[in-house]
């Protein structure tokens, strides 16, 4: 990723606070992408097991990222919370903070299967 600094950029850059100021700027761009491209690429995945395990079509994969919109937007607005949602899923899926562990990325981006 590239970061082109137009003229007032560079002339802001030289003043107290600039750099700082352009720093928080494009970390704030680059959380966003990061974000953005996980959340859509963990969508993208769910919804092809759905499709393909479970014979989802066009009409349940919708309902489906449209229920997904509806509980981030709970949490967005304060209604609910990730660890409501992780407390729930504890208690319905009891071996679900095992299952977490075992198929969680390690820092080389490989997923760990416990086959090793």
């Known amino acids: 990723m590239s970061y082109s600094l137009n003229r007032q950029q560079r002339r802001d850059l030289v003043k107290p606070g600039g750099a700082e100021k352009l720093a928080n700027e494009i ?3 680059v ?4 974000c953005y491209i996980a959340t859509r690429d963990s969508l993208t995945l769910a919804m092809l097991v759905l ?4 014979g989802f ?6 309902r489906f990222l449209e229920c997904v919109s509806d509980h981030a937007e709970s949490v967005r607005d304060g209604r609910t919370s990730i660890n409501d949602i992780i407390t729930v899923l504890k208690h319905e899926v ?3 903070e095992s299952f977490w562990q075992k198929y969680r990325g390690n820092s080389n981006g490989q997923t760990n299967t416990g086959a090793d």
């Open 51 to 54: 499709r393909d395990k479970y």
């Open 94 to 96: 009891p071996d679900i």
């Open 31 to 34: 959380h966003d992408r990061v």
């Open 57 to 62: 079509g066009a009409v349940r994969l919708r």
């Open 27 to 29: 970390w704030n761009e």
